[in-house]
């Protein structure tokens, strides 16, 4: 169904002159069009996440700066043996990290405690390099022509505010080498982008879920949301994405993070159930996060643009509940 809020479709600033959100850059688009001209110290959150699904491994980046650290990973999953490896950097300040103002635009970089990752963004797509004790990471992530992403400003107010490009579906070639040993990246993997810039509140919890097949994928979050007029909700259908505006309730059980989630709303009525949890943790002192995030199966189905019910059954990904004082 179509959704109520409003579509951008030119280039525009995040930010006022004084560093304040701008208006008229409120709403959503289909592709990347906010620059992020964030301006001060203290609230400000930049990061790239990316994460990539092959039939035999997950593969999870993370570079980000939250001002007073840069905190960066590298994380795989061996989905045959339920084996993790997981390294995390903590660098205070977040000294020599690099972010570009614009999705799409630039080259990330980041490095410390043992961590070195490079995003190179280019018309063409985004290369991917990351090298941690025991993991290295080299891969393309081709932008096919017409391929849409979900970019969605939130509104908390003036001074807060987030802007998120959730980008699902991508393909994805290359190869990682784990323990020294080379696995392709290619035929049945995709990847996945969360890329984030904003100023944020001192606390906050949100839900993200992705989930990917050949020609379909789903985009679906909560709680962070609430009360701002605007979701991070989509469904992509053949690389087209159909704006999904409906808040969302999400039923899944924090005692027991295995069983089978629920996330339900007006055109929405998704089934996700987890072959694997990935607990993170992190404390700082007055600051910390811990994240549950679930990768799994969906099930269910979705409402398209045209009305027409589309089905999520083959669709892989992730779930995943994350608590932040930061």
């Known amino acids: 169904m179509p959704t109520h809020e409003r579509e951008i479709t030119e280039p525009v600033d995040l930010c006022l002159p004084g560093g304040r959100l701008n208006p008229e850059a409120v709403g959503w688009t289909r592709r990347p069009l906010h620059r992020a001209n964030l301006r001060g110290w203290g609230r400000t959150k930049r990061w790239e996440y990316w994460g990539v699904v092959t039939p035999s491994h997950v593969i999870a980046l993370v570079a980000s700066s939250l001002d007073y650290a840069g905190v960066h990973g590298v994380y795989v999953l061996d989905r045959a043996t339920g084996a993790e490896v997981s390294h995390d950097a903590v660098v205070p300040l977040a000294r020599g990290a690099a972010f570009p103002e614009r999705s799409g635009r630039g080259t990330a970089r980041v490095e410390g405690g043992?961590?070195?990752?490079?995003?190179?963004?280019?018309?063409?797509?985004?290369?991917?390099?990351?090298?941690?004790?025991?993991?290295?990471?080299?891969?393309?992530?081709?932008?096919?022509?017409?391929?849409?992403?979900?970019?969605?400003?939130?509104?908390?107010?003036?001074?807060?505010?987030?802007?998120?490009?959730?980008?699902?579906?991508?393909?994805?070639?290359?190869?990682?080498?784990?323990?020294?040993?080379?696995?392709?990246?290619?035929?049945?993997?995709?990847?996945?982008?969360?890329?984030?810039?904003?100023?944020?509140?001192?606390?906050?919890?949100?839900?993200?879920?992705?989930?990917?097949?050949?020609?379909?994928?789903?985009?679906?979050?909560?709680?962070?949301?609430?009360?701002?007029?605007l979701t991070e909700n989509a469904l992509i259908l053949d690389g087209r994405l159909h704006k999904i505006g409906a808040r969302l309730e999400w039923v899944y059980d924090r005692s027991d993070w295995m069983r089978p989630w629920r996330v339900e709303g007006d055109g929405v009525e998704v089934e996700f159930t987890p072959f694997h949890e990935k607990v993170s943790r992190t404390e700082l002192g007055v600051v910390g996060s811990e994240t549950h995030q679930c990768f799994g199966h969906f099930g269910g189905r979705v409402r398209a643009d045209d009305g027409g019910w589309v089905g999520l059954d083959g669709l892989t990904g992730w779930a995943e509940e994350a608590r932040n004082r930061w």
Do not use: C, M
Request: charged fraction near 20%; glycine fraction near 16%.
């Open 114 to 229: 043992g961590v070195r990752i490079v995003i190179e963004q280019t018309a063409g797509g985004t290369s991917l390099r990351a090298h941690a004790p025991r993991v290295t990471a080299e891969l393309e992530v081709p932008l096919p022509d017409g391929h849409e992403s979900l970019g969605v400003v939130i509104p908390w107010g003036p001074r807060r505010f987030q802007y998120t490009v959730k980008d699902v579906g991508r393909p994805v070639r290359g190869r990682l080498v784990l323990d020294g040993r080379e696995h392709e990246v290619g035929e049945g993997a995709f990847a996945v982008l969360d890329h984030g810039r904003g100023k944020w509140p001192y606390s906050i919890s949100w839900n993200w879920a992705a989930g990917s097949a050949p020609g379909r994928a789903v985009q679906l979050g909560g709680k962070w949301t609430d009360g701002t007029g």
